[in-house]
């Protein structure tokens, strides 16, 4: 995780690797690291109540990035943490780190995303709403 932005842990989940996640290599292949930020990220969304209404606003991202540190492989199971950074008037970057719960001070991935509130009918960004600026922020 990058030093120049300080970053606000807000969730940690659990996950098993599947059997289904190895690729021909014998690992977990690299679009797997992404839909576990993405199983995190939702998670965080819906806890906070976050969670994309289409006739309304909500959450959208706008880039998605993993640097693939150490190979994950069957079985086993991971945590991912997720940091937020200070918000903007309509985004905020959000960070997920990836380690096996029983090696935890192996980092195998890290990524993130940059999250937007947009207007969904407008298909533009809205400012962030208030109660989401705390919690991101506060």
């Known amino acids: 995780m990058s030093d120049a932005t300080p970053m606000k842990l807000v969730h940690t989940m659990r996950m098993p690797i599947r059997?289904?996640?190895?690729?021909?290599?014998g690992h977990v292949n690299n679009?797997?690291?992404f839909?576990?930020?993405?199983?995190?990220?939702?998670?965080?969304?819906?806890?906070v109540g976050c969670?994309?209404?289409p006739s309304g606003e909500g959450p959208v991202i706008i880039?998605?990035?993993?640097?693939?540190?150490?190979?994950?492989?069957?079985?086993?199971?991971?945590?991912?943490?997720?940091?937020?950074?200070?918000p903007?008037?309509?985004?905020?970057?959000?960070?997920h780190e990836i380690r096996r719960v029983?090696?935890?001070?192996?980092l195998a991935a890290e990524g993130g995303a940059k999250t937007v509130w947009v207007n969904f009918p407008a298909e533009k960004s809205a400012p962030l709403?208030?109660?989401?600026?705390?919690?991101v922020g506060g």
Request: aromatic fraction near 14%; charge should be negative; include cysteine.
């Open 88 to 95: 903007g008037r309509t985004s905020f970057e959000m960070t």
């Open 35 to 47: 839909r576990y930020m993405e199983t995190a990220r939702i998670d965080w969304f819906t806890r």
């Open 19 to 25: 059997w289904g996640d190895m690729d021909a290599m």
């Open 129 to 135: 709403p208030a109660w989401l600026r705390e919690v």
């Open 31 to 33: 679009t797997v690291y």
């Open 51 to 53: 969670e994309p209404d």
């Open 102 to 106: 029983d090696a935890p001070e192996v």
């Open 63 to 86: 880039n998605a990035r993993c640097t693939f540190i150490k190979q994950l492989k069957y079985p086993g199971e991971i945590e991912v943490r997720t940091y937020v950074g200070q």
